[in-house]
């Protein structure tokens, strides 16, 4: 440990000293010591794996079964570790706030968000009904949800992500906690919804002096929101002190390996980003989609949601193509339209030069070899109850004639070869291989017809910050190798900054802005860039 | 449930089930005494050595009837599983593969199905064609048809939209071939739990239906109807609807510890 000078601390509200914790019989944490101060945002940073949100579980006494835990947990002085389970949940709520990554889970989809807030308040704090919704109304103006202004009389399903973990913080905080732990709580939100949120954090800490310990990977979040960092790795910290000190000076090559990955370098490429246009191999011309709304009337039936509005956009060969926007953007939408998954209400997709959209049956076939997919969720995207050799092989069916089973194994060896797995790899199945081996796996899937394209839905948002830049790297590498062109879909600017060629910015359905990379990112044209942008964190800005 | 709990659940569901049928697979070739041999002059014993379970009211022997009784019980309930999964699960995969037209068509088509419980149909088939143990059948399997149908149809829906089925999609599979290759292995675990509680369904019904005079005629035995003709000698002979009740009982238990440790105990 190499704590730096660390003066002038407020008194701590919470003290964790020589925090340890076994699961089964394995210790997972040692030594861990913090202190937080009130009215301070402690970091606590790590790549997964490293014992940040179990350090957060531990203080909050949520540990699974068969774990122990020992060493001190000081909330305002009163040691929690000897507690029951009985005096810690009077704990929770009352002084130890708390949030999780998926909004969603945390919130009853059965009640307003009003009643939400105000119950909770009347479970800890045994409230009367007009106070705990006096104290609902006041804990969601705290979070920017004004009664004035927003119904509280909606439901979770009828917010958006960001509003959503709004009211999780409002649950949290209803009645003042002294300490609110906070893990990963936007990592599962796109960078506008992720701004609002941590802008709330840094509110809350204003206006009642609350600490609060943010869990994340990501130190760009740390940089613009945290005063005090302490960086963890396989269940220790190995660095702790000032934000700013840190992330100048990291001592430890983990710290560094973080601070790297927040900043994203760009991948070298042999072509460089002002190198001369390439014939398209992927055009999406005018493209219109519509789904149908549910009925809430008789009469009149509803005007159909149109998810995208008289889209276009080119993919060149060799070129990777980001395509930004928030959540809700009709990003995904474009996707399955493009891979003939839906079929759109207007305009086409070509694949070099021929009619996608309209093609049917044996010709569908034949163009499906030239755009593959690679999804969001590693976990979900493969059948967990075939081999890698046999998921791999899958689009081989529409190779013509069908590859012969020695010929298919080779195709798979090559592939996995290919994307930095072992040709051994193939007999094994989905659950042996970690987020990042997946998404290679995809790739090398997405790869066996030779495709022009190969279009990644957030392939990289699941993943961990470290194993992003080598995805990224295998990515540009393809690129330049293998003349292969990427339509790069993400929410997350800094990855699309650090991989594309040239960038579409996506808002309500439309295509609002579009160009070579840099020159989008560093100035924009659009109100609405603009405000993307300055909504992503970055490390650069913070430390200059 | 610990991983304990659940390994013992599934033993003692196994052994008990697997009991079952064995005794009923015995009975095909071989019972101590002729479960329908009458002696009069023997009615009525208690269990002794000779008559382990004793005898009835005719002198026939009660394990033999027993063993018998399970044939009619394992073989009701396994065929009407057969065809309760054989158009239910088709349809559930169907159902969910073309969501729209093709999904109310069948899902109402079992509604209609699901509204008539499977003792009525029984005592319509009954009336129609007269009482048999194909009745029994008939009617128990098309009770089972809509439950297979939607325990297959929501499965299938919940894995369609998973990443994978895009995927396949994407590598240009047809609806057909991604519900055979993805969808019901992936849906294979609760259909085996399906099947293990439409089996003691079947098992109830089977033993209601002839314990009404609808199942299995005489003098076939059958666990329902000894139960039947037991009621009017519980003064005389209590035994007597003891062994045909723990019978049902116990394959029932069985089937259904079977069922419990078969869930999945946390969807993937």
């Known amino acids: ?544 | 449930m610990t991983s304990r709990q659940h390994g013992s659940t599934f033993v003692l569901g196994a052994v008990l089930t697997g009991l079952f049928v064995a005794m009923a697979l015995v009975a095909l070739v071989w019972t101590p005494y002729d479960p329908t041999a009458l002696a009069i002059a023997a009615k009525l014993q208690p269990p002794s050595s000779q008559h382990w379970f004793g005898t009835d009211q005719l002198g026939r022997d009660v394990l033999s009837m027993i063993m018998a009784g399970a044939k009619a019980s394992v073989g009701v309930a396994a065929l009407s599983v057969l065809i309760g999964f054989a158009a239910g699960v088709p349809a559930g995969l169907a159902a969910a593969a073309r969501p729209g037209f093709l999904d109310e068509i069948v899902m109402r088509a079992n509604d209609v199905l699901f509204a008539f419980p499977a003792l009525l149909s029984a005592i319509l088939l009954a009336a129609a064609f007269g009482p048999g143990a194909v009745d029994a059948i008939v009617a128990i399997g098309l009770f089972n048809v809509p439950v297979f149908a939607r325990v297959t149809r929501a499965a299938a829906l919940a894995l369609w939209v998973r990443d994978f089925s895009a995927a396949a999609r994407v590598a240009g599979k047809g609806a057909l071939a991604i519900s055979w290759e993805h969808i019901l292995p992936n849906a294979r675990v609760l259909l085996a739990v399906q099947v293990t509680i439409q089996m003691s369904v079947g098992v109830t019904a089977e033993a209601g239906l002839a314990y009404l005079g609808l199942g299995v005629q005489p003098p076939t035995p059958s666990w329902g109807r000894m139960l039947g003709d037991a009621q009017t000698l519980t003064a005389l002979a209590p035994t007597l609807a003891v062994f045909p009740g723990l019978a049902v009982a116990l394959f029932v238990l069985g089937l259904n510890l079977l069922g419990a440790a078969l869930k999945p105990r946390r969807e993937r």
């Open chain 1, 1 to 544: 440990m190499n704590p730096r000078s660390d003066d002038n601390a407020a008194p701590a509200l919470l003290e964790v000293g020589s925090l340890e914790v076994a699961i089964a019989g394995e210790t997972r944490l040692s030594g861990v010591s913090l202190t937080l101060g009130a009215g301070e945002i402690l970091g606590l940073v790590g790549a997964s794996g490293s014992g940040k949100s179990l350090t957060a579980l531990a203080i909050l006494g949520l540990l699974p079964p068969r774990s122990r835990r020992s060493g001190r947990i000081l909330l305002n002085g009163r040691d929690l570790v000897p507690l029951t389970e009985r005096e810690l949940s009077a704990v929770r709520g009352l002084d130890l706030g708390m949030v999780f990554q998926e909004p969603m889970t945390a919130l009853n989809p059965l009640l307003s968000i009003g009643a939400q807030v105000a119950e909770t308040a009347r479970l800890h704090a045994a409230a009367g009904r007009r106070e705990a919704e006096r104290l609902a109304r006041q804990a969601l103006a705290r979070v920017g949800l004004d009664a004035s202004r927003q119904s509280l009389e909606r439901y979770p399903h009828e917010l958006s992500g960001g509003q959503r973990q709004r009211v999780a913080i409002a649950m949290a905080t209803v009645l003042t906690p002294a300490v609110l732990i906070a893990d990963e709580p936007t990592t599962a939100l796109d960078m506008t919804s992720q701004a609002q949120v941590l802008g709330c954090l840094r509110d809350l800490v204003r206006l009642t002096g609350m600490g609060i310990v943010l869990v994340t990977h990501d130190m760009s979040v740390i940089a613009a929101n945290t005063t005090r960092v302490a960086v963890m790795h396989r269940g220790r910290i190995i660095e702790h002190g000032a934000t700013r000190a840190i992330l100048r000076r990291p001592a430890e090559p983990q710290t560094q390996a973080l601070v790297d990955a927040a900043r994203l370098e760009r991948p070298r490429r042999a072509r460089g980003s002002g190198a001369a246009p390439t014939p398209p191999v992927l055009e999406i011309i005018d493209v219109v989609h519509d789904y149908p709304q549910r009925r809430r009337a008789l009469w009149p039936p509803p005007p159909p949601w149109r998810a995208l509005d008289h889209v276009s956009l080119e993919v060149g060969a060799g070129e990777i193509v980001g395509l930004v926007g928030e959540s809700g953007s009709g990003k995904s939408s474009l996707l399955r339209v493009l891979l003939a998954l839906d079929a759109p209400a207007g305009g086409t997709v070509r694949l070099r030069g021929e009619n996608f959209t309209d093609a049917r049956g044996a010709r569908q076939r034949r163009m499906r070899r030239d755009i593959q997919a690679v999804f969001q969720d590693p976990y979900g995207s493969f059948d967990p109850e075939w081999s890698i050799e046999r998921l791999v092989a899958e689009p081989c069916h529409l190779l013509d004639p069908h590859p012969g089973p020695a010929e298919r194994a080779r195709m798979v060896a090559e592939a996995l070869e290919r994307v930095g797995l072992a040709a051994s790899d193939a007999r094994r199945h989905p659950h042996e291989f970690s987020g990042g081996q997946r998404q290679r796996i995809a790739i090398a899937r997405a790869m066996i017809t030779a495709p022009a394209v190969i279009a990644l839905d957030e392939a990289l948002s699941a993943l961990d910050v470290l194993v992003r830049a080598q995805i990224l790297a295998l990515l540009a590498e393809l690129a330049d190798a293998a003349k292969l062109s990427f339509l790069f879909i993400s929410h997350d600017l800094a990855v699309v900054r650090a991989i594309a060629d040239r960038v579409y910015v996506m808002q309500r359905g439309r295509i609002i802005e579009h160009g070579p990379t840099l020159s989008v990112f560093d100035s924009p044209q659009d109100a609405y860039t603009a405000a993307l942008l300055a909504a992503a964190p970055s490390l650069d800005a913070v430390l200059a």
